[in-house]
């Protein structure tokens, strides 16, 4: 069992930046991928970014060139820089971590609100 708790979020004037955390509580090193999910009021969870073992990265064409996620095996974490934020950005940011014969695990959230 692995639990994942996210950090970073807040309020913010569009233009600005946010750099998100996900800890997990055990190794990150043996993980498939880690990604970066949001969910706005009314919406539906969707894709934002994702990190592979090999450090091979994807992102959703609505943040490519402004978010880039990243990775410390280290300290067990994994962050989503966000930078030139836009009010469309404003949801709740989950991430979730894949490890090889195990269910996906998904963080509680952190809340990221972008003002016009």
């Known amino acids: 069992q692995v639990q994942l708790v996210e950090s970073g979020g807040g309020l913010v004037q569009a233009g600005e930046s946010l750099r998100l955390s996900c800890v997990a509580s055990s190794s990150i090193s043996t993980m498939l991928q880690m990604g970066w999910f949001r969910q706005a009021p009314g919406g539906q969870r969707e894709f934002v970014a994702a990190?592979?073992?090999?450090?091979?990265?994807t992102y959703d064409n609505s943040v490519k060139g402004r978010f880039t996620i990243s990775r410390d095996v280290a300290k067990n974490t994994a962050y989503l820089q966000m930078n030139d934020l836009k009010p469309e950005d404003t949801a709740v940011y989950y991430c979730n971590l894949d490890r090889l014969g195990e269910r996906t695990y998904w963080g509680q959230g952190t809340q990221v609100t972008v003002s016009s």
């Open positions: 990190i592979r073992r090999s450090d091979s990265t």
